[in-house]
């Protein structure tokens, strides 16, 4: 069976899903919709089916390009990728739009290709391709301020690209290697290569496109977006610098900054750009610790945090669908009207704190561990502040300011039946993972010898839990948690989006000024003299009334001899 997969299906999963999703715009909507349910289903079957090893190798430009590589580590990521596919299409079932069905999947392909690529060129095709794909789903939006946020979007992400395709240049002019191997931070063109996947992981003062860009998208669009781009940027990180204790730091980081952001956002669709921020953290920090469990930590996280991610963009994605707001100012009271998707958000919300039998309980406990085991009690402690961060904002805030606080009077109707399928069964998913992980763990690069259900896991678990739901409402009680306003938060965007544009513009002006101050000058200094030969050589001037006409002759006749002495002079 193997053999045969192998012999008449050499191709990639993921490209296969780009070329399936070429045939969409000719279909029917009614016909295009369960064709996009059986394609990812097809073909995580195919995935499956495929044994370990490399497929599908090219020759090209002299360059022998390896388009599928499966390994455990890519074997898992591409797996999630496919999963995603089908919940987002399943979610996007009443959508007309071809455009963003087509979108979605040649996206979500190329995303599924890059993870499963063997040498850097093939990488920074679908790489390029991830971010040329998926700006449609916040074009799709059709306003002018998602045109705009598209635009900076794309900028950033093909940017990205540009910054690859350099280090890739350098490592391979240096080493004659195109391999997408371990590199580390000594080998040529690494770090120019880390910054690129830098970029698309949201690192620190890079990470604004994500809040900028997900809370601009399409209803259906934000479910998908969530899922790819950032999680293949990790991916990449643990293939390319696994063990850089550099992004240890940069990981910690990551959790922390966005709790206070995410505090303070009034729209709960950036509150959850915020919360994928910190998430994304947790897994970078694996990275960085490099080991066996550290990188187990970060795949399982990666794969749960898609779904129970993906879940929250899909219940706030209900509540904009029928609201038409994510303001958290403009909600509350909709568990009245919208029982299911407020019972789904709260399992979104229970595993994303890492509630036991939630499945962020079973993936995040594997990086702190790992951090631990390796004496960095620091980062540690850090991620156990951000984890009751992370409660606060996306276990309480969001569910709690949309379905429950004040009531809004809207009494909108429940999602639409395909939301409510697609948002059960991720939320089965994160539900049947924290019970029963086995199944999961078996997926992981490394062999398991992790148990999560301890009992003194458990209950420290659960005491930072409460004691982070009893710090909320005390500061709720007492009025000092910031109430939700329409406003608009200062991040680092605020550095390129504003204060640069007006540093340049008041450059450019003063720049102007002393143009026009010089040139203006130099004129009235041309006319005068202008005005002064005028003045002595015109007919019947000075010049002429003092002077016969053979002394003007002569006067010409010196000036003529002065100017030739001097030209002769400077050849």
Same mark, same amino acid.
């Given at each position: ?9 050499? $191709? ?54 390896? $388009? ?13 990728? $496919? ?38 060129? *093939? ?120 063990? *850089? ?231 709720? %009680? *007492? ?47 041309? %006319? ?16 002429? %009334? ?26």
């Amino acid at each position: 069976m193997t053999m045969i997969v192998d012999l008449f299906f050499p $191709l990639s999963p993921g490209l296969l899903l780009i070329l399936g999703g070429l045939l969409v715009p000719f279909l029917s909507h009614s016909i295009g919709r369960v064709y996009v349910l059986l394609l990812p289903a097809v073909l995580l079957a195919y995935l499956f089916a495929l044994p370990d090893g490399n497929h599908g190798a090219v020759s090209m430009l002299g360059y022998e390009l390896e $388009l599928l590589r499966l390994d455990s580590l890519s074997r898992i990521f591409a797996t999630i990728f $496919l999963i995603a596919s089908l919940l987002g299409n399943i979610y996007a079932w009443h959508e007309p739009d071809r455009v963003q069905r087509t979108a979605a999947q040649i996206y979500a392909g190329s995303a599924v290709a890059a993870a499963l690529a063997g040498d850097l060129i *093939t990488l920074f095709v679908f790489w390029e391709l991830t971010a040329v794909s998926s700006v449609f789903l916040i074009w799709a939006s059709g306003t002018e301020s998602a045109y705009r946020a598209g635009m900076r979007y794309l900028i950033i992400q093909v940017g990205s690209g540009v910054i690859l395709l350099a280090g890739l240049i350098v490592h391979v002019t240096a080493t004659g290697s195109i391999a997408f191997e371990h590199f580390g931070l000594d080998a040529p063109g690494a770090w120019l290569i880390l910054f690129a996947f830098g970029i698309k992981c949201a690192f620190p003062l890079l990470h604004n496109w994500l809040q900028d860009a997900y809370s601009e998208a399409t209803v259906t669009g934000t479910v998908v977006l969530s899922a790819f781009t950032t999680k293949l940027a990790v991916y990449t990180l643990a293939r390319g610098f696994a063990g *850089t204790e550099m992004l240890i730091w940069i990981g910690a980081a990551m959790t922390m900054f966005p709790i206070f952001y995410a505090v303070i956002e009034n729209d709960l669709r950036r509150v959850l750009a915020y919360s994928l921020n910190n998430q994304l953290g947790f897994m970078v920090v694996g990275v960085g610790v490099g080991t066996e469990l550290a990188l187990n930590g970060t795949a399982a996280h990666a794969f749960c945090h898609i779904l129970y991610k993906a879940l929250l963009f899909m219940s706030m994605g209900a509540v904009l669908f029928r609201t038409g707001t994510c303001k958290g100012s403009e909600l509350g009271g909709l568990y009245k009207s919208m029982p299911w998707t407020m019972g789904f958000c709260v399992v979104g919300a229970a595993s994303i704190s890492a509630f036991p039998l939630f499945s962020g309980f079973v993936s995040k406990s594997l990086i702190m561990s790992a951090s631990a085991n390796e004496g960095y009690w620091f980062v540690w402690a850090v991620l156990l502040f951000a984890s009751a961060g992370v409660f606060h904002h996306s276990g309480i805030k969001i569910p709690y300011f949309a379905f429950f606080a004040h009531d809004s009077g809207r009494r909108p109707k429940e999602a639409p039946l395909n939301m409510l399928i697609a948002m059960g069964i991720a939320a089965a998913f994160c539900i049947g993972i924290g019970v029963w992980p086995a199944p999961l763990y078996a997926l992981l690069p490394f062999d398991v010898d992790y148990v999560p259900y301890t009992t003194a896991h458990v209950i420290t678990q659960l005491q930072l839990l409460m004691f982070s739901a009893l710090a909320f409402t005390v500061l709720m %009680r *007492t009025g000092i948690y910031p109430p939700e306003l329409k406003s608009t938060n200062l991040d680092f965007d605020w550095v390129y989006r504003r204060f640069l544009p007006n540093v340049l513009g008041r450059l450019g002006a003063s720049i102007d000024i002393v143009y026009q101050g010089v040139t203006g000058n130099a004129k009235s200094v041309i %006319r005068a003299a202008m005005s002064a030969s005028v003045t002595v050589f015109a007919p019947g001037g000075l010049s002429g %009334r003092i002077s016969s006409v053979g002394n003007a002759v002569a006067i010409v006749a010196f000036l003529l001899l002065v100017a030739l002495i001097v030209s002769y002079s400077a050849v």
